[in-house]
C-alpha cells in the first residue's frame, strides 16, 4: 500500500506526456487538408474578403494554394485555434511591378467596347489563359492596363480560424 500513491504519480505523469503528444499530432502540418474561417483585411482595416456566413475555405497545407503568409500561419495551429497573422506584400500577393502595367492600343479593343478607368477585363494570353486584368488610365491612342493583383504591393491582415485538419 506504500507504493501505490508513488505508481498513481507516475501512471498521471505519462498520462499528461501522453496528451502532449497527441496534441502535437493534432497540430495541421504540410499535407494535411484544413478548413478554416477567415477574415481577410488591409492594414487599415478594410475587409477585403471573409468566409463569414459561408462554407469553411478548405485547402492543402504546404501546397502553394494559398499565399505564403497564409499557408504559414496555419502551419502548426490545432483544431480551435485562432491567430491573427500580419503578412507582409512579399508574402501575400508580392510587390507591384511596374512591368504588368502597359498601354495597349484602343484599336485592339472590340468597337463597341468602351473601357473606363477602373473596369476589370480578361486578357488573353499566347497560350489561351485568362488573365484578369484592370483599366487604369484612359490616353488619346491607348489603355493603360494593370494586370497587376489588387492586392499586389498590400500589407495583409488575417484573422484565421482552424475548423477541421484531414476531412
Request: no cysteine; net charge negative.
Given at each position: 500500500m506504500?507504493?501505490?500513491?508513488?505508481e498513481?504519480?507516475?501512471?498521471?505523469?505519462?498520462?499528461?506526456?501522453?496528451?502532449?503528444?497527441?496534441?502535437?499530432?493534432?497540430?495541421?502540418?504540410?499535407g494535411?487538408?484544413?478548413?478554416?474561417h477567415?477574415t481577410?483585411?488591409?492594414?487599415?482595416?478594410?475587409?477585403?474578403?471573409?468566409?463569414?456566413?459561408?462554407?469553411?475555405?478548405?485547402?492543402?497545407?504546404g501546397?502553394?494554394?494559398?499565399?505564403?503568409?497564409?499557408?504559414?500561419a496555419?502551419?502548426?495551429?490545432?483544431i480551435?485555434?485562432?491567430?491573427?497573422?500580419?503578412i507582409?506584400?512579399?508574402?501575400?500577393y508580392g510587390?507591384a511591378r511596374?512591368?504588368?502595367?502597359?498601354?495597349?492600343?484602343?484599336?485592339?479593343?472590340?468597337?463597341?467596347?468602351?473601357?473606363?478607368?477602373?473596369?476589370?477585363?480578361?486578357?488573353?494570353?499566347?497560350?489561351?489563359?485568362?488573365?484578369?486584368?484592370?483599366?487604369?488610365?484612359?490616353?488619346?491612342?491607348?489603355?493603360?492596363?494593370?494586370?497587376?493583383?489588387?492586392?499586389?504591393?498590400?500589407?495583409?491582415v488575417?484573422?484565421?480560424?482552424?475548423?477541421?485538419?484531414?476531412?
Open positions: 506504500g507504493r501505490l500513491p508513488y498513481v504519480v507516475n501512471i498521471h505523469y505519462t498520462f499528461a506526456a501522453l496528451s502532449k503528444e497527441n496534441q502535437k499530432v493534432m497540430a495541421a502540418k504540410a494535411d487538408q484544413v478548413k478554416v477567415y481577410g483585411r488591409l492594414t487599415d482595416g478594410t475587409i477585403f474578403d471573409s468566409s463569414e456566413g459561408k462554407e469553411p475555405l478548405a485547402f492543402e497545407v501546397a502553394g494554394m494559398m499565399i505564403k503568409g497564409f499557408d504559414a496555419v502551419d502548426g495551429m490545432a480551435g485555434d485562432k491567430v491573427t497573422a500580419e507582409p506584400a512579399a508574402e501575400a510587390e511596374e512591368d504588368l502595367i502597359f498601354d495597349f492600343p484602343k484599336s485592339n479593343f472590340p468597337e463597341d467596347m468602351k473601357p473606363e478607368v477602373g473596369q476589370q477585363l480578361a486578357m488573353s494570353q499566347p497560350n489561351g489563359q485568362q488573365v484578369p486584368v484592370k483599366v487604369k488610365e484612359i490616353k488619346e491612342e491607348s489603355v493603360v492596363i494593370d494586370a497587376n493583383h489588387d492586392l499586389a504591393g498590400k500589407d495583409l488575417f484573422d484565421i480560424e482552424l475548423v477541421s485538419i484531414g476531412e
